[in-house]
């Protein structure tokens, strides 16, 4: 069972930044596209970024293209997001999640066989 661990979290006032960190400390990310949601109160779980096994191939939802920054380090076994130019509207848990691929996988989405348990992200004055 893949255990994936968000850190990072925060409070931030708006217009600040953060970086989330998500990593396993017992399998290799690398046969993994991962990605990250978000669930704010009394809303759905929605997907933020995408990022494939290589790091190659990335995606963004509009509400945070051009903030977000979504990166990995397979030599870390981490996966990133910086998050730029944080809004209130930001304000959700984050979570990392796993889907397996392969390696050799070149395209991401945001389908899901792990999640981690989220980290709180916090905008405000």
């Known amino acids: 069972q893949l255990q994936l661990v968000e850190t990072g979290g925060g409070l931030v006032q708006p217009g600040g930044s953060l970086r989330l960190s998500c990593t396993s400390s017992?399998?290799?990310?690398?046969?993994?596209?991962i990605s990250w949601f978000r669930q704010a109160p009394g809303k759905e779980r929605e997907g933020v970024s995408c990022?494939?096994?290589?790091?190659?191939?990335?995606n963004y939802q509009d509400f945070v293209e051009g903030r977000f920054t979504i990166s990995r380090d397979n030599a870390k076994n981490t996966v990133y997001l910086q998050m730029n130019n944080l809004k209130p509207e930001d304000t959700a848990v984050y979570y990392c999640?796993?889907?397996?691929?392969?390696?050799?996988?070149?395209?991401?989405?945001?389908?899901?066989?792990?999640w981690g348990k989220g980290t709180l992200v916090f905008v405000s004055s």
């Open positions: 999640a796993a889907d397996r691929v392969g390696v050799g996988y070149s395209i991401c989405g945001y389908d899901v066989d792990f």
């Open positions: 017992r399998f290799a990310l690398d046969n993994y596209v």
């Open positions: 990022i494939s096994p290589s790091g190659s191939t990335t």
